[in-house]
């Protein structure tokens, strides 16, 4: 009969071989830098996430507001004089326009299906130069979701070459000399994950993101195109 406490014992002494601290210190210095770029890229993945959660759920508020300002404006040069300077994706849309109609209509002779083709061009570049700018380093997530699964399997083969290493050399099949490589092995297999399925989810939802507000501000630039077309049929 085994005395009292000695399961228990046994039972702590497995968790705290098993906890993530004790499997790192134990990895072979190569399984070491793999779990270690694992987790930089975790850290790295977060903080593009959070940066694109908390910043475009605000500027897609200020956005939208701005367009209903916009539309229920009678004057538009005084409104660019109030709201031009903001630093808005349909702001920057909205000058990009503005700009372009002051120099095309500027002259005394009016090319108007010339003006109407260079607010297109003017106002299209700007939609694609500011969804770009919303979308830097979103294709870090992209590469971090399809890379890091091959990290960590990487991490993961080294470390039964180890646990096989450590067979031959001891010449036992023990779980005792099985268990520390595989162990270290499956936990760089886990990081790899770890890094990987919230930078997929990530790319996927902010992709999504920037693909409504791309047609938002597209719709916006036809809306204001069409309005300009009109005030320019005006023109003698």
């Known amino acids: ?29 190569i399984v070491k830098v793999v779990m270690i770029g694992l987790v930089l890229a975790s850290i790295w993945t977060w903080a593009i996430i959070s940066r694109h959660a ?8 200020a956005n939208d507001q701005f367009e209903r300002d916009f539309w229920k404006s009678d004057d538009v040069d005084r409104f660019y004089e109030d709201r031009g300077r903001d630093d808005l994706p349909s702001v920057k849309v909205f000058a990009a326009a503005l700009s372009e109609w002051r120099r095309s209509t ?8 010339g003006v ?5 061009t003017a106002m299209g570049a700007t939609v694609a130069a500011e969804i770009d700018r919303l979308g830097d380093r979103i294709n870090m997530l992209a590469t971090v979701g399809s890379v890091a699964p091959f990290v960590g399997l990487f991490g993961t083969v080294w470390g039964i070459m180890r646990s096989f290493t450590d067979i031959a ?9 099985v268990a ?16 990987a399925i919230p930078a997929v989810i990530a790319y996927n939802r902010i992709t999504h993101s920037l693909n409504r507000l791309e047609a938002r501000l ?11 077309s009109r005030e320019l049929d005006q023109e003698r």
């Open 54 to 61: 908390i910043g475009f759920g605000r500027l897609t508020k």
């Open 1 to 29: 009969m085994q005395p009292d406490g000695l399961i228990p014992a046994a039972q702590t002494n497995i968790a705290d071989m098993m906890s993530p601290i004790h499997l790192f210190m134990q990895a072979d210095i």
């Open 180 to 195: 520390p490589g595989i162990a270290e092995a499956l936990f760089a297999t886990a990081l790899g994950l770890f890094a």
């Open 106 to 113: 500027n002259g005394k002779a009016i090319d108007k299906e």
């Open 169 to 177: 050399g001891q010449q036992s099949t023990s779980l005792n000399v």
């Open 116 to 120: 109407r083709a260079r607010l297109a």
């Open 218 to 228: 597209n719709r916006f630039a036809d809306g204001f195109h069409a309005t300009l």
